[in-house]
């Protein structure tokens, strides 16, 4: 199994509400990831657990909170988003992720489609 | 630090003729690259990567590559597009013997028209 999963495909949301995304891998893999894209842009790395620690905050605002429950599942909590939050947000895992590791091939879900109002 | 730069934007082209993706990167020490290939609404998907070794790469749905150190480039071809090709490419650079995360290029939409 080589597949990461999103869900839910889309979200529309309003400013107060709270709300989740969630990602599922079961390829074994202790590093995950969460990227944020907007139309027409690169992605924007946002977050990177290893073995389930937080490794890199990539000066994300407090309105996105990531968890990482177990080694297979990565959660991305809402809160008090703002439209210009509206986005595709991809999650990805690799083998391992951090100084002295080799490359390890990053496998990226379809994403999750997030509309705030 | 790393950057790529992806000098088209937008790049038309017949079915069954041949294209090429340019893409250039800037960094101090080595690196590995990548093309990423994404379809409308989808994620990211590893089309190829160079590594190290040989500079001509091939990659999934025949595509290739090759890297080319003295002018810092890593374009993308393929001798015979289809419309299922139709799609966003994205080149990026990772760091040699560093926390490996990729940097993007803006990215080259590839529009094959029949």
């Known amino acids: 199994d080589t597949e990461v999963t999103q869900t839910p495909k889309h979200l529309v949301m309003g400013m107060t509400n709270k709300k989740s995304l969630k990602c599922e891998q079961h390829?074994?893999?202790?590093?995950m990831y969460w990227y944020k894209q907007k139309a027409k842009k690169p992605p924007e790395l946002m977050f990177v657990?290893?073995?389930?620690?937080l490794s890199i905050n990539e000066s994300v605002p407090s309105r996105f909170s990531p968890e990482c429950p177990n080694s297979s599942l990565l959660n991305l909590h809402l809160h008090a988003l703002q439209p210009e939050d509206s986005a595709l947000y991809l999650c990805?895992?690799?083998?391992?992720w951090g100084p002295g590791y080799s490359y390890n091939e990053q496998f990226f879900g379809p994403g999750t489609r997030l509309t705030v109002l | 630090a790393q950057s790529v730069t992806q000098l088209d934007s937008q790049v038309p082209v017949f079915e069954e003729a041949p294209v090429e993706l340019r893409c250039n990167y800037s960094?101090?020490?080595?690196?590995?690259l990548f093309w990423y290939v994404q379809y409308p609404n989808q994620g990211l998907q590893l089309l190829l990567k160079?590594?190290?070794?040989?500079?001509l790469v091939k990659g999934i749905n025949g595509f290739e590559a090759e890297f080319n150190k003295s002018q810092t480039s890593f374009h993308l071809r393929k001798p015979s597009v289809h419309i299922s090709d139709t799609a966003e490419y994205f080149c990026?650079?990772?760091?040699?013997?560093?926390?490996?995360?990729?940097?993007f290029g803006r990215g080259t939409s590839l529009i094959v028209h029949p």
């Open positions: 990805a895992s690799s083998q391992d």
């Open positions: 657990y290893s073995y389930e620690k």
């Open positions: 390829m074994g893999h202790r590093a």
């Open positions: 160079y590594l190290s070794g040989s500079t």
């Open positions: 960094s101090s020490v080595s690196v590995y």
């Open positions: 990026a650079v990772g760091r040699v013997g560093g926390s490996y995360i990729p940097t």
